[in-house]
């Protein structure tokens, strides 16, 4: 099993930043993507970027430019570096990653909110 833990969320005028966290632990060396998500107030849950074991990255139209996934492998660390924020991404953030037996995990969400 894969266990995720993520950090980083909480208030944030628009036009600010902040950074998540997601460290994995557990049987790590089976991940084979991880990606974050978001879920805002009655609307669907949507990806907002991914990264794969080769490091391969894809986002979201509404975060291209703003938000930045990377990883520290000696970690097992997945970041999302996210600037210039706006009260549309105000949402719970959850990271999931993807695995060797095709497995999914997912962590327990953290808060980010995003004042006009």
Request: hydrophobic residues 35%; positive net charge.
């Amino acid at each position: 099993q894969v266990q995720l833990v993520e950090s980083g969320g909480g208030l944030v005028q628009a036009g600010g930043s902040l950074r998540l966290s997601c460290a994995a632990s557990g049987l790590v060396f089976s991940i084979r993507a991880t990606a974050w998500y978001r879920q805002a107030p009655g609307k669907q849950r949507e990806l907002v970027a991914g990264i794969t074991r080769e490091g391969t990255t894809n986002y979201a139209d509404s975060v291209k430019g703003r938000f930045t996934i990377s990883r520290d492998n000696a970690k097992n660390t997945v970041y999302l570096q996210m600037d210039s924020l706006k009260p549309e991404d105000t949402a719970v953030y959850s990271c999931h990653v993807d695995t060797y037996p095709l497995l999914q995990y997912w962590g327990q969400g953290t808060q980010v909110t995003v004042s006009s």
